[in-house]
């Protein structure tokens, strides 16, 4: 059974750098042919998808989002991280990871609660 578990702070300060982690257990980030994704839902929105690095190592980004988010991987922790530069309170949002094959999601994190406040 695979788990995906996020962590990382709660609140950020507006103009700080974001940054959650994901960390996997039961199969490995490397296997072929998995999608590591993140994906957030601000208050009252529905779900966005920010990135995804690939078993490969590639990495996808939203284009709305690209300029501001870093997708990067430790293999040796089993563990991809997230960093979302230049927040505003407009990145308030509960924030998963999850794991996509090529037509579904099927594994996602229990998701965390960000707020970029002051």
């Known amino acids: 059974q695979v788990q995906l578990q996020e962590s990382g702070p709660g609140l950020v300060k507006p103009s700080q750098t974001l940054s959650l982690t994901c960390t996997v257990s039961?199969?490995?980030?490397?296997?072929?042919?998995?999608?590591w994704s993140w994906i957030r839902q601000p208050p009252g929105k529905g779900l966005e998808w920010m990135g995804a690095?690939?078993?490969?190592?590639?990495?996808y980004y939203s284009p709305s989002l690209k300029s501001r988010t870093s997708i990067s991987r430790d293999t040796s922790k089993n563990q991809f991280t997230l960093q979302l530069s230049s927040v505003t309170p407009e990145d308030t949002a509960v924030y998963y990871c999850?794991?996509?094959?090529?037509?579904?999601?099927?594994?996602w994190g229990q998701g965390t609660q960000v707020t970029v406040s002051s």
């Open positions: 999850a794991r996509a094959q090529p037509n579904e999601y099927d594994y």
């Open positions: 039961g199969g490995s980030i490397t296997t072929n042919y998995y999608y």
């Open positions: 690095i690939a078993y490969s190592g590639s990495t």
